[in-house]
T-cell receptor, first 112, second 113 residues
Framework: GESVGLHLPTLSVQEGDNSIINCAYS??????FIWYKQESGKGPQFIID?????DKRQGQRVTVLLNKTVKHLSLQIAATQPGDSAVYFC???????????FGIGTKLQVIP | GAVVSQHPSRVICKSGTSVKIECRSL??????MFWYRQFPKQSLMLMAT?????????EQGVEKDKFLINHASLTLSTLTVTSAHPEDSSFYIC?????????FGQGTRLTVV
């Protein structure tokens, strides 16, 4: 379920299931989008990126979908594993990595 | 991949003192470095952007006299929190950019007591 206010939205999934994390971005001029994974007490770790001229990109176990019409990004994780438990942030930038703006984040909890 | 080293990883200081945080790009030259602050259960908020040899550009609401940024070389940027107060306690993260992408440090947990 989700909670608001001072708490990050939380997504709980069973190990082995697929996870879908959603993100709404704000700047219609953004042309490059990145998903980051952040484990507790660590810096963000790059997962996958996508440029605005694409609507889908696949990596190993992860897929990013981009819908520019509604300014929406999603991250799909296949066969979710306990090691995937972390906070996931979408980020947007305009004109390359001039200034990366982060979304609010979603906490993914994988239930063994 | 490229490595960005941030030091120290944790620091506790007394209220009123200053703390310096270093950010180094270990195997590439960073044309631009970014400093972020992250409060618990919140997102990363950009504080400032610095280019080597020039003054940093601060985001709205960030006090440039309190958060001093020096980017003296293509591999090192420092953030000094001056006259720190408990409300400055936070997780500070740097990012270094080469020609293609940005890489993040592991963050510095600052606690002001």
């Amino acid at each position: 379920g989700e909670s608001v206010g001072l708490h990050l939205p939380t997504l709980s999934v069973q190990e082995g299931d697929n996870s879908i994390i959603n993100c709404a971005y704000s700047n219609s001029a953004s042309d490059y989008f990145i998903w980051y994974k952040q484990e507790s007490g660590k810096g963000p770790q790059f997962i996958i990126d996508i440029r605005s001229n694409m609507d889908k990109r696949q990596g190993q176990r992860v897929t990013v979908l981009l819908n520019k019409t509604v300014k929406h990004l999603s991250l799909q994780i296949a066969a979710t594993q306990p090691g995937d438990s972390a906070v996931y942030f979408c980020a947007e930038t305009e004109g390359g990595y001039q200034k990366v703006t982060f979304g609010i984040g979603t906490k993914l909890q994988v239930i063994p | 991949g490229a490595v960005v080293s941030q030091h120290p990883s944790r620091v506790i200081c007394k209220s009123g003192t200053s703390v310096k945080i270093e950010c180094r790009s270990l195997d590439f030259q960073a044309t631009t470095m970014f400093w972020y602050r992250q409060f618990p259960k919140q997102s990363l908020m950009l504080m400032a952007t610095s280019n080597e040899g020039s003054k940093a550009t601060y985001e709205q609401g960030v006090e440039k006299d309190k958060f001093l940024i020096n980017h003296a070389s293509l591999t090192l940027s420092t953030l000094t929190v001056t006259s720190a107060h408990p409300e400055d306690s936070s997780f500070y993260i740097c990012s270094a950019r080469d020609d293609r992408e940005a890489f993040f440090g592991q963050g510095t947990r600052l606690t002001v007591v």
